[in-house]
């Protein structure tokens, strides 16, 4: 009896381990999934972890390892079984049953700028009643942008009035659609897509819309990352790349076009980034994701060679904004910008007590980080 009882107990055994074996995998999903498509950075964002298992087939020990950019730091109880080393390793262990599904929101802060992905999930299940583990892989498909964080309003507030005392004029050589200023009788010379057709039908005769004007209605934003000093100095670059998407976002939404030049290079290209942005809100998401993958620093191209191939952007139509926080090399440009921009502003990051640059012969804005 005893013999026959401890045969049937091996061969249990023997048949659990070899259906555990073949089937702990099966019909087990698991996902994970950044809940924002985009944060800017300092925000709080989640990341979504579903397990489910479909079948009857219990697994009593399941092990999640999930691993994401150390820039996304998990917070509160998202932070236990998280080790940071070259990357942020997430480590879950479950208990899941039969026709279960388990969700879990892991919260996070971005902590610097760029594009994060997770494509894979390792997966260690443990057979409690044999002792053995099991590996396997699932891939995952989910990505997250973390765009530039916007600076102080009240930072930024000179600056856009110095652009617009460049731009607004009342001199109505070059008529602004967006400026409206009232409404006149139609002239036979007037285009028919300015006249306000409420307005005529209230007056029953032809009556257009008039707009004030702008001489200078295009900006260029010069956003220079380049950074080879022994020390690098990320946070004076991290404050440009800022300083340049908030500049370029004001100014897209109230109707300038914008043209965005930066020596940090374009991922998708492997070239210096140039972005051009009409009128509008339309392409500020493209900003924001273009800067937030933006490589700086060593990577970036050189300062000087890049402005002299570009020279044909440079126009007099145009207000040229210069972020740099290299004050040695654009002072070598000094003539350059003086044949080519010489209504030139230039934002120069700093840190708090350093020395700022003297005898600027352009509008200047230090800019403490």
């Not at 009896?1 to 019909?27: D, E, G, K, P, Y």
């Not at 990505?143 to 507030?157: C, G, H, M, N, Q």
């Not at 010069?222 to 670059?237: A, C, M, Y």
Request: proline share 6%; with cysteine.
């Amino acid at each position: 009896m005893i013999f026959l009882l401890a045969f049937f107990t091996a061969l249990a055994w023997v048949l659990w381990r070899a259906l555990f074996a073949r089937l702990w995998s099966r019909q087990l999903q698991v996902l994970a999934v950044f809940e924002d498509s985009s944060v800017f950075e300092g925000e709080t964002s989640f990341l979504r972890e579903t397990i489910v298992n479909d079948k009857l087939l219990p697994v009593p020990a399941l092990e999640v390892r999930l691993a994401v950019d150390r820039s996304l730091v998990f917070s509160g109880e998202a932070a236990v079984n998280t080790k940071i080393t070259d990357q942020s390793y997430k480590r879950d262990i479950f208990s899941i049953f039969s026709r279960q599904q388990i969700v879990r929101r892991l919260s996070f802060t971005c902590q610097h700028r760029g594009f994060y992905e997770i494509r894979s999930a390792g997966l260690v299940a443990s057979d409690p009643f044999s002792g053995a583990s099991y590996l396997a892989d699932q891939p995952q498909s989910t990505s997250l942008f973390v765009y530039p964080a916007r600076v102080d309003t009240r930072k930024i507030e000179p600056v856009c009035r110095a652009v617009s005392g460049m731009v607004l004029s009342r001199s109505r050589l070059f008529p602004d659609p967006f400026e409206f200023s009232g409404i006149r009788d139609y002239v036979r010379s007037d285009p028919r897509k300015t006249i306000n057709w409420k307005a005529s039908a209230r007056s029953q005769k032809l009556m257009v819309n008039q707009h004030d004007s702008t001489t200078l209605s295009r900006i260029l934003i010069l956003l220079d990352t380049e950074d080879r000093s022994i020390l690098l100095e990320e946070p004076q670059v991290e404050e440009s790349i800022r300083i340049a998407a908030s500049l370029a976002s004001r100014f897209a939404a109230a109707k300038m076009d914008t043209e965005l030049l930066s020596t940090g290079m374009d991922p998708q290209t492997g070239k210096p980034l140039f972005l051009s942005l009409p009128g509008g809100a339309a392409r500020i998401p493209t900003l924001n994701q273009k800067l937030a993958c933006l490589r700086t620093g060593r990577d970036s191209a050189e300062f000087s060679k890049l402005l002299f191939q570009e020279s044909s952007l440079f126009a007099p139509d145009k207000t040229c904004i210069l972020i740099s926080k290299n004050e040695p090399d654009v002072r070598i440009l000094f003539p350059f910008f003086q044949e080519h921009a010489p209504g030139l502003i230039w934002i120069y990051p700093h840190l708090p007590g350093a020395e700022l640059p003297k005898n600027i012969p352009f509008v200047f804005y230090p800019w403490k980080v």
